[in-house]
């Protein structure tokens, strides 16, 4: 292994590391996800029939693999196994004494249950990095219900801060909780390794959607721990800057930042109206923000003088921060975005490509995904127990025992 990490490319430090997955539906695939694009192996255990529950999350016209599931499962293998049995039991035991990470995601107490947990499969690989993402942590008086990224956003308090002002709270439109708990949790195992390469150690470390999701609200608590008062809701306003929201435009909108005081008097000069940063009501970050709605008012009726473009144009060569207000599709066909590696070009599994979200990190100015397709439940089971050592006879066995699928 340390051969193969010594000839990996800048772009691919984690290759030669094998990850055992038993994790599914966002949170743990993204984790996974993450570290195949890294250049790591990963192995997909699933349950069958069905495989991982984010296969059968699908609208009408979808393909038998959904987009959602091929998204975030590129570049893994998938070994089908009833670990509810002593033999699959003994094959996740077999192959974690042989992997680098597992990664799991299930209600605190089922892996123990399964004996699976990290003192069951420590025994078998001392320096196994062990990951679980939980929904609300392992202590506390929480610890035993199960997580869900809508639960833990409304728990939290993102959703009770996202909205407009007069409106209903508002879930944002994307799945934080999950998502954000995958990008903490490959990056608890990377740290891991690094201490295990420093030490040759390994350790069992954790996250949740709860601590994924109460760190989103970075400014949220710092207004609450320092007044004793909640941010209330302000559209796609920012409770410490004004103008810093989006405002409409002739064609559309867009947003504007006016972070700080030299923003602001170039604002007032792009609009044509240097009096404005003189106004008394205007004249200091404060002011602005206590009158924001009036604020909001003069510069809508401004904006409303031209399209989206020209007003971005105009903001761009006076260096004040703007953009477009895009729909996902529009960002998605920026050539921008296709400039910086987050759109590629991706095999879908079924003899065709497709396109996919890329890896948002670059190294030596290169950013590159694993290139092979999401795959079918159990697609590599047999191949994947001969390169753990499984001989013909064990693997037919327990194919016809149903303790593992080939798909």
Known sequence: MKQQQ????????????RV???????????????????????????????????????KPGDSAMPPSFRMINRGKRSLAVDIRTPAGK?????????????????RLGVMERLGLGYQDIRPFNPGLIYCSITGYGRVGPLASKGGFDLI????????????????????????????????????????????????????????????????????????????????????TAHSLIAPYQVFKTR?????????????????????GHPEWSADPRFDHPQKRVQNRPALEMLINQVLAQHDTATWCSRFDAAGVPAGPLNTAGQALEH????????????????????????????????????SSPAPRIGQHSRELLKEFGCADSEIDQWLQAGVVHQG
Not at 6 to 17: D, F, I, K, N, R
Not at 215 to 233: C, D, H, I, K
Not at 255 to 270: H, L, M, Y
């Open 152 to 235: 833990l956003q409304a728990f939290s308090g993102l959703i009770s801060a996202t909205g407009e002002p007069d409106g209903p709270p508002v879930k944002p439109g994307v799945s934080i909780a999950d998502t954000n708990a995958g990008i903490l949790a490959a990056l608890a195992i990377v740290s891991a390794y690094v201490h295990r390469l420093k030490t040759g150690q390994g350790q069992h470390v954790e996250t949740s959607l709860l601590q994924a999701s109460l760190q989103q609200t970075y400014w949220l608590a710092a207004n609450y721990f320092s007044s004793g008062r909640e941010t209330p809701r302000l559209g």
């Open 335 to 370: 050539e921008q975005s296709r400039a910086v590696g987050m759109v590629v070009d991706v095999p879908d599994g079924l003899g065709g490509r497709s396109r996919g979200i890329g890896s948002p990190l670059t190294f030596s100015g290169r950013s590159e995904i694993a």
């Open 20 to 58: 055992l997955e038993l994790a599914q539906i966002m949170a743990g695939p993204t984790c996974g996800m993450m570290l195949a694009d890294l250049g790591a192996e990963v192995i997909k255990i699933e349950k069958f029939p069905g495989g991982d529950d984010a296969r059968q999350y699908q």
């Open 251 to 271: 064609d559309g909108g867009m947003v504007i930042g006016g972070g700080n005081p030299k923003a602001w008097i170039s604002i007032c000069e792009v609009l």
């Open 6 to 17: 010594a000839m990996a490319a800048p772009h691919q430090p984690l290759a030669g590391v």
């Open 90 to 106: 003994a094959i996740i035991q077999r192959l974690a004494g042989q992997c680098d990470v597992l990664t799991e995601n299930f």
